[in-house]
């Protein structure tokens, strides 16, 4: 029965109802450090229009997490349009604040993190109980907000302050949203770590309450600022270059910007990459967004600049940005007047106009800064070169190619029907026609085709990332399913499609070539497939000897020989048989194309009849194995390779 869909079925939420129906779209469910952050953040914010002096933030042992600062506490007046409290409309009402106004002359906020304006209100729509405590003007008001905001005392004159001001808010999660209710200390720390650092002149000071009802207290203080956090996050690191710590920040002249919109900045170079952290109006950014894309571009196109001023850049190198920031860590403060985050959470900036900000004031202090640090700047650039050149080298490397995540299969390859590789056999067969002729051979159970076209590149001294480059090698590649491996490692075999690889080849020189190079491929790229016992030399004829019947008892028969020895040993068997040499017809097999598929299933493919010889490696005799590899297939073992045929060319028994 479908459900009763009519005007009843429509349901309006109002108030913090939103919030609490759907708390993921507002907030972080992990734990309740994002709503105890809206709290912190409005009074960095009160910090950063320079009213706030003191950010304290306590842990206390019920659960609870109270934050008090020294700014203009929270206007406790009536709204001249709402008629309700101002305190009471930051606290229980959705898109109200005082950051909105930011183009007029008055507004209380020329910076701040957000005009999402949800804020504190989802940190009381998420919490059991919200205690605010404002001092303004000489008294002290108070007002406490439970059941999720729905339950709102009456704000009460509770004492006089003299001519202090500020705002405590005192907060308890309410656990039924989080899957901790727990506040991560370790976070906390991190946080108000990163205010001290972005807020000149304030002090930030964390207290958790113990067992026994003291509270052991932490604060923060960087006289160095930026520069000093960054050394601190560094630490134990191996500097590259000095770091860099400046700001710059548009002027009332300036009309593309807002005037004190910009950046400050700390920049540092190190021998091993190492993470970085971003700030838009003291909102740490952990996803980054378009302010870091514009540090990155400021700082490029300044180091590629003195790179092409001091001629360092070797011929055919072309930097890009990733050369230049890869290994560079900072730590960056933008002032943007109206940023636009992405989500509620604020963990990422999307506002476009950020990256021309940053990069515009970032690109002439730190050309300057170059300048002036002529050794610096060429320990930036070297570094910089160094990773291009690498970069360019893995350029090269090709993978596999893949589709939806998963190797693409060759096109030519004639697959089998069982999954059970402890049956299946992949045929390597050398040219299209043998193929063909393979593929109407096999049984489709249990045997693969792939037919290789011309012969394998040597691979004996190609590098691993550059292997899947030649198409033929890729494609047996990903027909197996097993990735090159190196002969001192354990791979991982899983994934291998086949129980067996045959190697099919013509008996004659070009075969035995082809067998080389494929040997040389598994030997030096898969070599656990021949330490395993999956790789195989099949051994086709190279003749044909058809015998004549001889009464009824005695039907005609067809022999195959596979060389010149065993042809000789089979026509004197036949002449003590009784049958005349000149009834006996022998022919000679040019390569696998010229076998029907009967013959080649009788001779090379069918396990009852074939032959085929498996490859096994001789621990003992390594050392002398790669030896001979090296001679026969190094590209600069010419030399060796032609003394090596004079003096051991005459025991070869070649058929030329």
Not at 100 to 117: D, M, P, Q, V
Not at 418 to 442: H, P, Q, W, Y
Request: proline letters at 5%; glycine letters at 10%.
């Amino acid at each position: 029965m479908k459900p009763h869909y009519d005007e009843s079925s429509f349901r309006v939420l109002k108030g913090l109802e939103p919030v609490r129906e759907r708390p993921g779209m507002y907030t972080r469910t992990d734990s309740p450090a994002h709503i105890v952050q809206e709290v912190i953040d409005n009074a960095a914010d009160e910090a950063l229009a320079g009213s706030a002096k003191h950010i304290h933030v306590a842990l206390h042992r019920d659960g609870s997490v109270s934050v008090t600062d020294d700014g203009r506490g929270i206007p406790v007046g009536l709204h001249p349009e709402e008629k309700v409290p101002v305190v009471v409309l930051a606290f229980s009402r959705l898109h109200a604040g005082g950051k909105f106004n930011k183009c007029e002359g008055n507004s209380a906020y020329a910076f701040s993190g957000g005009l999402h304006g949800v804020g504190v209100a989802v940190t009381n729509a998420l919490s059991t109980r919200v205690e605010v405590e404002v001092r303004r003007e000489g008294k002290v008001h108070a007002i406490t907000f439970s059941e999720g905001g729905e339950k709102v005392s009456e704000l009460e004159v509770v004492g006089n302050c003299g001519r202090q001001a500020g705002t405590r808010v005192r907060v308890w999660p309410d656990p039924k949203y989080f899957d901790t209710a727990k506040v991560p200390q370790n976070e906390m720390e991190r946080l108000l770590r990163s205010k001290a650092v972005l807020l000149p002149g304030v002090a930030v000071m964390l207290e958790v309450e113990q067992a026994d009802g003291s509270m052991l207290a932490k604060t923060w203080r960087y006289p160095d600022g930026l520069a000093g956090y960054l050394a601190e996050l560094a630490a134990g690191q191996e500097a590259v270059a000095p770091i860099y710590a400046g700001e710059n920040y548009a002027s009332g002249e300036d009309e593309s910007f807002a005037e004190g919109e910009g950046a400050a900045w700390a920049l540092g170079w190190f021998a091993e990459a190492m993470g970085s952290e971003s700030y838009v109006n003291l909102i740490p950014t952990v996803a980054g967004g378009t302010h870091e894309s514009g540090l990155r571009s400021g700082v490029f196109e300044a180091v590629k600049s003195f790179i092409e001023h001091h001629a360092l850049l070797p011929r055919g190198v072309k930097l890009q940005q990733e050369d230049v920031c890869g290994k560079m860590a900072f730590v960056l403060s933008a002032r943007i007047l109206d940023p636009q985050f992405q989500g509620q959470v604020k963990e990422k900036l999307n506002s476009r106009e950020a990256v021309k900000l940053v990069a515009g004031q970032l690109r002439d202090p730190l050309d300057i800064w170059l300048s002036q640090h002529v050794e610096a700047g060429k320990a930036i650039a070297e570094l910089s070169i160094r990773q291009a050149l690498s970069r360019q080298k893995n350029a090269q490397k090709v993978e596999k190619r893949k589709q939806s995540g998963v190797a693409v299969l060759p096109g030519k390859l004639t697959d089998c029907e069982s999954t059970d590789i402890a049956d299946n056999e992949l045929f390597l067969v050398e040219g299209d026609s043998a193929g063909g002729s393979a593929k109407m051979a096999r049984d489709k159970e249990t045997q693969a085709i792939l037919p290789l076209r011309g012969k394998v590149q040597n691979s004996w001294e190609i590098e691993p990332n550059r292997l899947f480059a030649n198409a033929e090698i890729h494609d047996i590649a990903v027909a197996l399913g097993v990735d090159a491996h190196s002969a001192d490692s354990e791979p991982d075999l899983t994934n291998l499609r086949y129980g067996k690889v045959v190697i099919m080849s013509d008996a004659d020189v070009d075969g035995a070539h082809i067998q080389t190079l494929l040997l040389t491929l598994f030997y030096r790229h898969f070599p656990a497939l021949i330490r395993h016992g999956h790789v195989y030399i099949a051994q086709p004829p190279l003749y044909r000897i058809d015998v004549p019947a001889s009464g009824k008892k005695r039907p005609a028969k067809r022999l195959y020989a596979l060389d010149e020895g065993e042809l000789d040993a089979i026509k004197d068997r036949l002449a003590k048989e009784g049958f005349s040499p000149d009834k006996i017809e022998v022919g000679r097999f040019k390569g696998l194309g010229e076998m029907n598929p009967e013959q080649l299933r009788e001779t090379a493919m069918a396990p009852a009849t074939r032959r085929v010889l498996p490859v096994a490696e001789r621990p003992e005799s390594r050392d002398e194995t790669l030896k001979l590899f090296n001679l026969l297939m190094g590209k600069g073992e010419a030399a060796g390779r032609r003394a090596w045929m004079e003096s051991k060319g005459h025991l070869a028994d070649a058929d030329l």
